[in-house]
């Protein structure tokens, strides 16, 4: 595939995660795999993309909007205590199955039901402190295994948020997320190769960063989601149809 062709997609879907705090790795992942690129590859391609994209956003965010009211200690012990244990059980999933799990179908269906779900959000009550506490263990267990538990990750949080504060809150624990799966991926899988952002690609990250942040101005939301949507339902649907 064209280098040029490639650079611009993840320049775009930097800008996408720096918009609605997700993008790098729910659409970043099916397009590698489609690439033919296993799974720790992608890991450890996309999670440090994924982590310095998220770390600069809320930055931004946080001095863009100084009155933005801080995450709940209460919300962050919990999800550290149910999200992160999940990423671990998903990733050794992951690390003693990988040769007979079809990650391109898994990956798809995952994606699929993702965002049937989004479409169902106001018909389910997030309240219920037993469906929130389940949707974090298997965000986390979906997120380890495939890398592609953000869709749902989004869905949790924005449920019951202002629009800023649920960028905010999605963008924190995005990036709380991708740090420990790619300090997980290293301990697991014995891999110490640390992932070079070289100047290029910094590059790219401070451009789709730019973007994501100016299109948040003047853009609705909406579009965006739908836009990630319905990308993500086409690298589903190049999935299904390269196994």
């Known amino acids: 595939m064209d280098s040029y062709i490639v650079l611009f997609y993840f320049t775009f879907i930097i800008a996408l995660q720096s918009t609605i705090g997700v993008g790098v790795l729910v659409l970043g992942t099916p397009f590698l795999l489609i690439l033919n690129y296993d799974m720790?590859?992608?890991?450890?391609?996309?999670?440090?993309?994924?982590?310095?994209?998220?770390?600069?956003?809320?930055?931004?965010?946080?001095?863009?909007?100084?009155?933005?009211?801080?995450?709940?200690?209460?919300?962050?012990?919990?999800?550290?205590?149910?999200?992160?244990?999940?990423?671990?059980?998903?990733?050794?999933?992951?690390?003693?199955?990988?040769?007979?799990?079809?990650?391109?179908?898994?990956?798809?269906?995952?994606?699929?039901?993702?965002?049937?779900?989004?479409?169902?959000?106001?018909?389910?009550?997030?309240?219920?402190?037993?469906?929130?506490?389940?949707?974090l263990?298997?965000?986390?267990?979906?997120?380890?295994?495939?890398?592609?538990?953000?869709?749902?990750?989004?869905?949790?949080?924005?449920?019951?948020?202002?629009?800023?504060?649920?960028?905010?809150?999605?963008?924190?624990?995005?990036?709380?997320?991708a740090f420990f799966q790619y300090l997980i991926t290293i301990i697991i899988f014995h891999n110490y190769y640390f992932f070079s952002i070289d100047l290029k690609m910094f590059f790219l990250i401070f451009v789709g960063v730019c973007l994501g942040n100016i299109f948040n101005l003047f853009l609705n939301d909406n579009i965006y989601k739908l836009i990630v949507s319905l990308l993500a339902l086409i690298s589903s649907g190049l999935l299904l149809t390269n196994n």
């Open 137 to 177: 263990s298997i965000i986390g267990i979906v997120h380890g295994l495939t890398n592609s538990g953000g869709t749902l990750m989004s869905l949790a949080l924005t449920s019951n948020s202002e629009r800023d504060f649920a960028r905010y809150s999605i963008t924190y624990f995005y990036l709380i997320l």
């Open 40 to 135: 720790l590859q992608i890991f450890l391609i996309l999670l440090p993309i994924s982590i310095l994209t998220s770390f600069i956003n809320l930055i931004l965010i946080k001095f863009k909007n100084k009155k933005i009211k801080f995450i709940k200690k209460e919300k962050i012990i919990k999800f550290f205590s149910i999200c992160i244990p999940s990423i671990l059980i998903g990733m050794l999933i992951l690390k003693y199955f990988q040769n007979v799990l079809n990650f391109k179908f898994l990956v798809s269906i995952v994606i699929i039901l993702s965002t049937l779900l989004i479409s169902l959000k106001k018909k389910i009550r997030f309240k219920i402190n037993f469906f929130r506490t389940s949707i």
